[in-house]
C-alpha cells in the first residue's frame, strides 16, 4: 500500500476532525501542565489546514505535507506551531518525488523526529509529542508493511506512556515531580494524528 496526494489530504481533514472534537480536552490537559491552549491553538491551526487543502490540488505527498507546514507555522501559536510546522516540514522534504510506501514514510518520521529534537531540543522520556513520533519510527523501521492498525496501536501505548513520565522541558517542567500523572498533551494530539492516518490507510 502506498499513500497519495488525495489520501494525505483526506489525513489532515481526519486529523482536523478529531482536533475539533477534542479541542477542549486537549485544553484541560493542558491545563494541568501547561498553559491550557494546546486545544484552541491546534484547533484554529488545523482548520486553517483543512481550508487551505480543500480548495487547492496537490500532486504529490510531499506538496500536501509542505502546505500542512507552512499553514500550521502561521496560525498556531505557542509551542506547537514551530514543532508541528517543523515535523510535517522535514516529513514533506523527506517524501518530495517519491512515492509515499512504509519505508518512506518511516524515512519521513524519522526525519520529523530529527526535526522535533533540534526545534524543540529535547529527548525521548522528556514528556514531549516526541514521545509518540520517535517510538513509532521505531516501529516503523522493523516493518514493511504500511499498517495502519499497528500505527495506532505504537502512537496509542506511546501516548499512555507519558502519563508516568516527569517533564523535563516546556512549562510543564516547572511542576517537575508532580507532572506525573498527566498525560502530555502534545502527544495526546500527536496521536490524534496518526489515529487519522490509521483511518485513512483502512478506508483505502
Known amino acids: 500500500m502506498k499513500l497519495n496526494a488525495t489520501q494525505a489530504v483526506n489525513w489532515m481533514i481526519k486529523t482536523n476532525e478529531k482536533i ?47 502546505k500542512t507546514a507552512t499553514t500550521i507555522m502561521s496560525k498556531v501559536g505557542g509551542a506547537a506551531g514551530p514543532l508541528y510546522g517543523t ?13 509515499v510506501d512504509s519505508e518512506t514514510f518511516s524515512n519521513m518520521v524519522e526525519a520529523a523526529v530529527e526535526g522535533l529534537k533540534q526545534r524543540g531540543k529535547s ?17 516503523l523501521k522493523e516493518t514493511s508493511e504500511f499498517d495502519g492498525e499497528k500505527i495506532r496501536e505504537i502512537a496509542h501505548s506511546s501516548m499512555e506512556s507519558t502519563k508516568d513520565m516527569v517533564a523535563t522541558k516546556g512549562r510543564a517542567a516547572y511542576l517537575k515531580e508532580r507532572s506525573k500523572g498527566h498525560l502530555d498533551p502534545g502527544s495526546v494530539s500527536s496521536y490524534y494524528v496518526f489515529e487519522a492516518l490509521s483511518e485513512t490507510l483502512e478506508k483505502g
Open 20 to 66: 475539533q472534537k477534542q479541542s477542549d480536552y486537549l485544553s484541560q490537559l493542558d491545563r494541568d501542565i501547561g498553559d491550557g491552549d494546546h486545544g484552541i491553538n491546534m484547533a484554529r491551526g488545523f482548520q486553517a489546514v483543512e481550508d487551505t487543502l480543500s480548495n487547492e490540488e496537490f500532486a504529490e505527498v510531499s506538496d500536501v505535507l509542505k
Open 87 to 99: 515535523a510535517f516540514q522535514k516529513m514533506a522534504m523527506t517524501s518530495k518525488g517519491t512515492e
Open 123 to 139: 529527548e525521548e522520556g522528556e514528556k514531549t509529542m516526541i514521545d509518540v513520533w520517535s517510538p513509532l519510527h521505531d516501529a
